[in-house]
């Protein structure tokens, strides 16, 4: 009986189909999320339908899904999500709105967030480190973020921002006239113009914007609108960190606006009388 002869494949072979087999396990768009550098952070809840996007990748927004740097995010009518940042930032978008998730470095603490339309929430720890920021742009406004918890909602030809705790520095584009607004205040800028003056916004208006941006674990829930006065003044110093941050943010380029007639409020949750 001829003698039998077993031949072995090349261990770069074995090396290749064992990483084929694992990218298939783990999914294509998986295996890009882990991309160093460019993870931003991760969806942790939603309430269908929302969507993530980015070149050649489209995917329903599920808990667990990574979010790179310049993902879309956008929710249909009733739909919710909710991203966790790397850092621990929180943001809530409530339903028929576009997210942008320009950049988020972790260990810089730099973000730059785009919110095209709609309205979301947003959770962040203060900004202490050298160079760090945190700016949110519309296409009216640039929000500098000085560490807080507020709501912005926009739709296109105007920006309503209220702060829930913390302070944070809103500007029109360009950073024209940068106000200092506090927590249970609010304010509005409207296309090329200045953001208004801090205000006591009602009650009801207060309350819509926790309510309308509900996903995933409760939020602390904020003390209330505060009424009959401005309350305490931003530090000096912290006013300049703010308005700074504007300037660099403004410099973000706004892509994929939708206009769309001012309401008179931000949209109402589905589940409201």
């Known amino acids: ?34 991309d160093a550098g460019q993870r931003a952070g991760q969806v942790t809840a939603a309430i269908p339908a929302g969507w993530l996007q ?22 249909e009518a009733r739909g919710r999500a909710r991203i966790t940042l790397d850092d621990g930032s929180i943001l809530n978008v409530g339903s028929d709105s576009s997210l942008r998730v320009v950049k988020h470095d972790a260990t810089t603490r730099e973000t730059d967030l785009v919110l095209t ?63 200092n607004v506090g927590p249970g205040q609010q304010s509005t800028v409207g296309t090329n113009q200045p953001p208004s003056g801090p205000s006591s916004p009602s009650k009801t208006d207060y309350n819509n914007a926790i309510n309308d941006t509900n996903v995933g674990p409760p939020l602390p829930q904020p003390p209330g609108p505060r009424f009959g006065g401005l309350g305490p003044k931003v530090p000096w110093i912290v006013g ?17 606006k939708k206009e769309q007639p001012p309401p008179s409020r931000p949209p109402e949750s589905g589940g409201r009388d």
């Open 1 to 34: 009986m001829p003698k039998t002869t077993t031949r072995h494949a090349p261990a770069g072979q074995l090396l290749a189909v064992g990483l084929g087999l694992l990218l298939a396990l783990a999914g294509a768009p998986e295996a890009l999320a882990q």
């Open 54 to 75: 980015r070149p050649n990748f489209r995917e329903a927004a599920a808990p667990e899904l990574p979010v790179l740097w310049d993902d879309m995010l956008t929710t």
């Open 117 to 179: 339309y709609g309205q979301m929430r947003v959770r962040t720890r203060k900004l202490t480190e050298p160079g760090s920021r945190f700016t949110v742009n519309t296409p009216t406004a640039v929000l500098g973020v000085i560490g807080t918890d507020f709501w912005v909602f926009t739709d296109g030809v105007r920006t309503w921002v209220i702060v829930f705790e913390g302070a944070l520095s809103i500007a029109g584009i360009g950073g024209l006239g940068p106000t």
């Open 240 to 256: 300049i960190a703010a308005v700074a941050a504007v300037v660099v943010g403004s410099i973000v380029v706004n892509r994929n």
